[in-house]
C-alpha cells in the first residue's frame, strides 16, 4: 500500500490535500529518471532550450492565479503575498530563460598554443527547499540549473509540497521532456538525506537552517558534491538618530512580520541609537498594532498564520523570561496557527530572542550609542545574511554597511532579495550566491581545453 502525507492549510488546521509520501526508493527512482534524461537535455541547441524554457515562463502565468491561491493556503500566507512570490518564480524563469545563451568562457594564451575555457553542466542536481517561499525559493534553484543543462530532483518541505508539485506537471505541459524536472515529497530525514548520499548527485543546493546545513555539508563531503548552502539569519536593522526615524519606523514592521516572520533575511533586532529609542517606538507601536492578522484569501490580510503547532511553539519560547512585550498586535480566535506581532523592549544582549533565530513574528529593540557600537552588535552574531541602515549621511551610510559581515544589505531599505542580483550569507549564513547574472555559475564546471598551435 502506498504511504500518504496529510498537508494542512496553517489558517484552518484541516487537511488541505493527501499525497502520496515519497522514500528513499521515490529518490532513487527520481534520480535515476534525472540521469537518463540528462544527456539529451544536455544536448539541446542553447536557443531550443531557451525556448522550452520561455514555453515554461507563459505556462506559468497562464496560471498565475491557481498557484498563488494554492501557495496562500499551503504555506498560510496573505493572497497579496503569494500573488507577489508566484509573480518572482516567474521572473526567476524568465530572467534565466536568457542564460543558455550568454555562458561566457575564457581564452587564455599560452606558451605553445591558446587555452580555451567552457562551463559544462554538473548533471543530476539535487535541490532542498523549505516551507516558507516554496515555489519561490525552488524557482531560485531550478531555473539556473535547467537554464545550464543539468536536470534536476526537488525535494520540497514536506509541510508546502503542493505548488511543487503543480510545478512539475505545468513544466511537462511546457514541453520540458520527462525526467528533466522531477518533484519528491517527504521527509528531509528520509529524502533529502538521500540526495545527499546519493553517488548519482553531482550537487546540492539547500535552503534551510544552519543546524541542519551543517550535516548536509558534512554527508555530502562523503561523495565530494558541490554543495550551496543559504541558511540561517539573525540580521540587524540598523537605525541611526539622524535617520528618518519615523519612515525607519514605520518600514521595520515589514522587515520582520511579512511572512509571520517566517523568513531567513527578517530583521529580527532592531538596533536604534539611544537618543532616538522613545520616538521610534512610539512611532512603530501604532505601525505594529495597525497590522491586519487573518485569512489568507481575504485581500485585506496583511499577515497570516505561523505554518504550523510545533512551529507556534517554538516562537513563543522566546516571548518569557527577561524580555518585555513593549508591543503586541492582535490575532483571530479560533483555528489557526496565529501569533500576534510582537515587540521585545527591553531585552538582556544574552536573552535567546536577541541571539537565536526565532522564524516568527517577534522582535527586539536593542540600544546603542555611536557608529562602532552599532556595528559591533549588528556583527555580534553567527549569522551574516542580510541587514539595513538608516541614516540621512550617505558617508556613514556607506561605512557601516561595508563594515557590517552579511551578505545583503540595504540602506534606508529593508529590501533583501531581487533576481538580478546576488544573495547569500557571511559566516553560518551560509556559501555560494543565488540569482543574479553568475547564479549558473554554481551549476556549472569549467573546463579548460588546451589547444597546440605549434604543430605535431
Known amino acids: ?56 515562463v507563459a505556462m506559468m502565468e497562464d496560471h498565475h492565479e491557481e498557484l498563488a491561491v494554492l501557495e496562500a493556503r499551503n504555506a498560510g500566507k496573505p493572497i497579496g503575498s503569494a500573488r507577489g512570490e508566484i509573480g518572482m518564480a516567474i521572473e526567476t524563469f524568465r530572467y534565466f530563460s536568457g542564460a543558455p545563451e550568454r555562458p561566457h568562457g575564457e581564452t587564455i594564451p599560452v606558451a605553445g598554443g591558446m587555452v580555451l575555457t567552457v562551463r559544462e553542466p554538473m548533471g543530476v542536481v539535487g535541490l532542498i527547499t523549505p516551507w516558507n517561499f516554496p515555489l519561490a525559493i525552488a524557482s531560485w534553484k531550478m531555473a539556473p540549473a535547467l537554464a545550464a543543462g543539468n536536470t534536476v530532483v526537488l525535494k520540497p518541505a514536506e509541510l508546502t509540497p503542493l505548488t511543487a508539485l503543480r510545478f512539475a506537471r505545468l513544466a511537462l505541459e511546457a514541453g520540458l521532456p520527462e525526467g528533466v524536472v522531477n518533484v519528491v515529497a517527504g521527509p ?19 535552503t534551510g537552517s544552519t543546524a541542519v546545513g551543517r550535516s548536509i555539508a558534512a554527508g555530502a563531503s562523503e561523495t565530494i558534491k558541490r554543495v550551496t548552502l543559504e541558511l540561517g539569519g539573525k540580521s540587524a536593522n540598523v537605525v541611526f538618530a539622524d535617520a528618518d526615524v519615523e519612515a525607519a519606523a514605520k518600514a521595520a514592521p515589514w522587515a520582520v512580520f511579512d511572512n509571520a516572520g517566517q523568513d531567513c533575511c527578517a530583521r529580527s533586532r532592531i538596533l536604534v541609537q539611544r537618543s532616538a529609542v522613545d520616538e521610534f517606538l512610539s512611532v512603530l507601536k501604532g505601525a505594529v498594532e495597525a497590522i491586519r492578522v487573518g485569512d489568507p484569501l481575504d485581500e485585506a490580510t496583511e499577515m497570516g498564520p505561523l505554518i504550523s503547532a510545533g512551529q507556534r511553539e517554538a516562537v513563543a519560547s522566546f516571548v518569557n523570561g527577561d524580555a518585555e512585550v513593549a508591543i503586541r498586535g492582535r490575532v483571530p480566535d479560533g483555528p489557526g496557527f496565529w501569533f500576534p506581532p510582537t515587540v521585545l523592549w527591553p531585552v538582556p544582549e544574552d536573552h535567546p530572542a536577541a541571539v537565536d533565530e526565532i522564524f516568527g513574528p517577534v522582535a527586539v ?47 534606508n531599505s529593508n529590501s533583501s532579495v531581487r533576481v538580478t542580483t546576488p544573495f547569500g550569507g557571511f559566516k553560518q549564513s551560509g556559501y555560494g550566491r543565488e540569482l543574479g547574472p553568475h547564479a549558473t555559475d554554481a551549476y556549472t564546471e569549467v573546463k579548460t581545453i588546451f589547444m597546440n598551435t605549434e604543430g605535431n
Request: one cysteine or more; glycine letters at 8%; proline letters at 5%.
Open 365 to 411: 529593540v536593542v540600544p546603542f550609542d555611536s557608529e562602532a557600537d552599532a556595528i559591533a552588535k549588528a556583527n555580534d552574531t553567527i549569522y551574516g545574511l542580510s541587514g539595513s541602515v538608516w541614516t540621512r549621511d550617505g558617508a556613514k551610510a556607506l561605512r557601516v554597511a561595508r563594515a557590517l559581515e552579511s551578505g545583503n544589505l540595504s540602506i
Open 1 to 56: 500500500m502506498t504511504e500518504t502525507l496529510d498537508v494542512l492549510e496553517p489558517a484552518t488546521e484541516e487537511i488541505l490535500d493527501t499525497i502520496p509520501r515519497g522514500g528513499v526508493d521515490e529518490v532513487d527512482a527520481a534520480v535515476a529518471a534525472a540521469k537518463a534524461a540528462f544527456p539529451a537535455w544536455r544536448a539541446v541547441a542553447p536557443g531550443d532550450r531557451a525556448r522550452l524554457l520561455r514555453r515554461l
Open 188 to 206: 528531509g530525514r528520509e529524502c533529502g538525506a538521500r540526495l545527499v548520499a546519493h553517488p548519482d548527485v553531482a550537487k546540492i543546493a539547500f
